[in-house]
T-cell receptor
Framework: GAVVSQHPSWVICKSGTSVKIECRSLDFQATTMFWYRQFPKQSLMLMATSNEGSKATYEQGVEKDKFLINHASLTLSTLTVTSAHPEDSSFYIC????????????FGPGTRLLVL | AQTVTQSQPEMSVQEAETVTLSCTYDTSESNYYLFWYKQPPSRQMILVIRQEAYKQQNATENRFSVNFQKAAKSFSLKISDSQLGDTAMYFCAFMTFTGTASKLTFGTGTRLQVTL
């Protein structure tokens, strides 16, 4: 399958600071990437759809000014958690849409964020 | 609303045995894909198997196969010859389309433990 990387794999930051998470499709181009959030022992919750060259589409209840998404190239999407607070601590996972024949989403390894 | 239901929060199977994980879904869409993803303790989401809704033939990937009952909106996963490495959280998901956009909806997951 296709490979998606995420960086960093984990990050600890102080309350009030901003954190940027990168998602890269390593061996294919992805015009669409997705950002999910996963709380412990729960399922994945879609936060937003990242579209290359255009604005992201946010799910209901997700603050777009809080979670800034940029998809500047066909292989890179970034999620910036602005003015992070302890309640933003979570596991963030990205995926990239594969349309080469069999429509699928391939996932990155995730980023664990802890806000102190 | 589009929903995915996994009624078995936890399951256990002995090594080399067969286990079936259940999944039902509800959608009014006619065009969709179905997936099973596994999430081992590393938390990396791994694609196990996919099924196009328009295909009657059940998908098979080595030891993994599905029983797709479209009328009943059921999509169960059978794991044959279970291995210790199959221990993971398993998520059922379906992908729907709005124009050229796609979206995955996940179930709540089934935690599978493979024992000696």
């Amino acid at each position: 399958g296709a490979v998606v990387s995420q960086h960093p794999s984990w990050v600890i930051c102080k309350s009030g600071t901003s954190v940027k998470i990168e998602c890269r499709s390593l061996d294919f181009q992805a015009t669409t990437m997705f950002w999910y959030r996963q709380f412990p022992k729960q399922s994945l919750m879609l936060m937003a759809t990242s579209n290359e060259g255009s604005k992201a589409t946010y799910e209901q209840g997700v603050e777009k000014d809080k979670f800034l998404i940029n998809h500047a190239s066909l292989t890179l999407s970034t999620l910036t958690v602005t003015s992070a607070h302890p309640e933003d601590s979570s596991f963030y996972i990205c995926s990239a849409r594969w349309t080469g024949g069999q429509e699928t989403q391939y996932f990155g390894p995730g980023t664990r964020l802890l806000v102190l | 609303a589009q929903t995915v239901t996994q009624s078995q929060p936890e399951m256990s199977v002995q090594e080399a045995e067969t286990v079936t994980l259940s999944c039902t879904y509800d959608t009014s869409e006619s065009n969709y894909y179905l997936f099973w993803y596994k999430q081992p303790p590393s938390r990396q989401m791994i694609l196990v198997i996919r099924q196009e809704a328009y295909k009657q033939q059940n998908a098979t990937e080595n030891r993994f196969s599905v029983n797709f009952q479209k009328a009943a909106k059921s999509f169960s996963l059978k794991i044959s010859d279970s291995q210790l490495g199959d221990t993971a959280m398993y998520f059922c998901a379906f992908m729907t389309f709005t124009g050229t956009a796609s979206k995955l909806t996940f179930g709540t997951g089934t935690r599978l433990q493979v024992t000696l």
